[in-house]
């Protein structure tokens, strides 16, 4: 008896099988499956809830026509595809590239992970120093015991004592520190040895690399007339990449000076600091910011703002952390339109867990918001690559810690991917991930910036924005880097870059007054390239005449009316052009290009019920035909 249950139940699930086996045969109802798995795609990712008009259509087929161009060139193993290879390596032809020249023209709304002291380009920031009057006391660490201090530039009336462990000699006096000189010296990319070229995922040892690297130039930025210079050059530089907005870490203090000549300020060998009465700590220079971004905002009503993180080092104790956010509240609650979170940086791995830190980070109430550096590791949960014995739990287990301490936005968030149910919860908290691709890549998290976790984090509707981290340090200078890695290599069109641009000032510190106003800028902005870029778009000629490869489904209802894909290579003859579709001799229909191996055509109506095949020709500018050797079937 028992069998024959099992073989009857057994001839059950073989019919079952055999009736789904029969309607995937059928490419009218496979087409239709098809179809629904990529509705169902867009809706999870909310993809579908950004909507291009005509001109923005346009757009979006030209910069994928550029994007094929590029992988074109580059997909040959022998020269390599951008993404897939070390950005060291790639930098020139990147920056040289058709793709890269729009995308720097793109308004991408905010730089959402930066380091305020690392994010303009190296060189830029040693012709400020060389080419101001400060450079008649500029001296550079020429002997140092230790390796974060040789090369490293300070101001001095007169400098320490080579008793001090440093030899500073003057840079003016000394034709060896020229600035290409010094930039080698200066960025991780000019640094990288073969061994960590050879491992390009070993993390820890890139970051002891890129750790003899901070603070080489930083004292000068605390001089008046540098950071006044530093801040203006800085702000000019991103808004030329067409980024309107700026939150950035920084230093809860940075304590501003003038040289003394005078002889009165010898004990700092001549620096004399002009916050010695300030109302809180940090006031004298969050003015002087302020300032400073109010006035370029004068001169250029466009940007948005330039905001601040308060940072605290990770690898410090809890004692010296306490004392942060205490100052840390204070500066938010007396210069909040400046102020807009905290955070904890250096490296996850080898510093400190939030854990370690808990007692602290339990007594912020979410003002300021906290924006956590979270999971920026390779490591599993159960190791702990930290170097301090009385730390609890790994790095990657920060993103428990994140997301039950409030955080807003989380830096980095690779390691989120092991830990699906975080990465709902963070989804169903609204909280955005800031991604730093080009970052992860040169730090040895993703060697290959196609297998990123960040596409994965957007195709499940994780709120997204971009970052650039450190690319002044790291010696590639520019944000539009990350935007053509992304571009390029996790296949975001308009829409994607659309929504990365928006998502930056929706989950950006500003007040929602703030936020109207930034809306309105960056709108402006982007209505203004998408004109721009149209206009160039349509103006383009191509030469190459469009193949015709296979038709999706090549048979369908009887009397029509659905939608059928049209697959090829170079459509691009359709950018800017009315597409028409012909089915044998039926009356014209409208097409869509998709992108340039994509078309869809409107299957006409028929009123008869026979079984017909007709050929299918396209016009790709609305009056001439090709004939695609491709056939439909008006069957079912």
Not at 356 to 364: D, K, S
Request: aromatic content about 10%; hydrophobic content about 35%; proline content about 4%.
């Amino acid at each position: 008896m028992t069998l024959k249950i099992i073989c009857y139940s057994l001839l059950i699930l073989i019919h079952n099988s055999s009736i789904q086996a029969r309607n995937l045969e059928n490419e009218y109802k496979y087409n239709q499956e098809r179809d629904k798995l990529i509705e169902e795609e867009e809706k999870l990712s909310q993809i579908d809830q950004i909507n291009l008009n005509e001109e923005e259509k346009i757009v979006d087929d030209y910069l994928h026509f550029l994007k094929v161009q590029e992988f074109l060139k580059t997909s040959d193993s022998s020269i390599g595809f951008p993404p897939a290879r070390p950005i060291e390596e790639k930098l020139n032809e990147i920056r040289s590239s058709e793709v890269f020249q729009e995308l720097s023209k793109l308004p991408k709304g905010g730089n959402m992970h930066t380091h305020e002291n690392y994010i303009l380009g190296h060189r830029a920031v040693l012709e400020i120093l060389f080419n101001a009057p400060e450079f008649e006391d500029l001296y550079v660490a020429e002997e140092s015991n230790s390796q974060s201090r040789h090369y490293s530039l300070d101001l001095f009336v007169n400098p320490p004592p080579i008793s001090s462990g440093v030899k500073w000699v003057k840079v003016k006096d000394n034709s060896t520190y020229t600035i290409d000189f010094l930039v080698k010296k200066h960025t991780l990319m000019n640094i990288l040895t073969d061994e960590a070229k050879k491992y390009p995922t070993d993390s820890r040892m890139r970051w002891k690399l890129m750790d003899t690297l901070w603070g080489k130039v930083t004292s000068t930025f605390r001089h008046v007339n540098i950071r006044a210079k530093f801040l203006t050059e800085l702000l000019s530089t991103v808004l030329k990449e067409n980024v309107q907005y700026m939150e950035t870490r920084a230093s809860r203090i940075q304590r501003l000076y003038i040289l003394d000549k005078s002889g009165g300020s010898s004990e700092n060998f001549g620096k004399k600091y002009i916050d010695e009465s300030e109302e809180y700590p940090g006031k004298t220079n969050i003015d002087f910011t302020r300032e400073i971004v109010n006035n370029f905002t004068a001169s250029n009503p466009e940007f948005i703002g330039y905001k601040i993180i308060a940072a605290s080092n990770r690898k410090t104790t809890n004692e010296r952390i306490k004392n942060d956010l205490i100052i840390s509240k204070e500066m938010f609650e007396k210069a909040g339109d400046m102020i807009k979170g905290i955070d904890l940086v250096a490296e996850e791995d080898s510093g400190k867990s939030h854990m370690f830190f808990l007692e602290n980070l339990l007594n912020i109430s979410g003002n300021p918001s906290p924006l956590y550096h979270t999971a920026e590791t390779n490591w599993p949960d159960d190791l702990l690559p930290s170097p301090f014995d009385n730390d609890p739990v790994s790095a990657l287990q920060n993103t428990y810690e994140s997301v039950l301490l409030g955080a807003k936005r989380v830096g980095h968030g690779i390691g989120f991917f092991k830990h699906p149910y975080l990465l709902n919860e963070l989804k169903k908290r609204d909280v955005a991930i800031e991604i730093c691709p080009v970052s992860n890549q040169i730090l040895g998290y993703t060697a290959d910036l196609r297998n990123h976790p960040g596409i994965g984090y957007i195709r499940n509707g994780l709120p997204v924005v971009l970052g650039s981290d450190d690319p002044g340090g790291f010696g590639y200078d520019n944000f539009t880097i990350d935007w053509y890695e992304a571009f390029m290599g996790w296949g975001l069109d308009l829409r994607d870059l659309k929504k990365l641009a928006s998502n930056s000032i929706k989950y950006s510190g500003l007040n929602s007054e703030e936020k109207t106003i930034a809306v309105q800028k960056w709108e402006s902005s982007w209505n203004s390239y998408i004109s721009t870029t149209r206009l160039k778009a349509c103006k383009l000629q191509f030469k190459i005449d469009p193949t015709f490869n296979r038709v999706l489904p090549r048979e369908g209802a009887l009397n029509g009316g659905e939608k059928v894909h049209i697959y090829g290579r170079h459509f691009e003859k359709g950018i800017c052009q009315t597409i028409k579709c012909k089915f044998g001799n039926y009356e014209e229909t409208e097409g869509e290009l998709l992108n340039t191996y994509l078309i869809n055509c409107q299957v006409p109506s028929k009123s008869n019920n026979d079984v017909e095949e007709v050929p299918i020709s396209i016009s790709l500018n609305g009056t001439s035909f090709i004939d695609t050797d491709l056939s439909f079937t008006f069957k079912y």
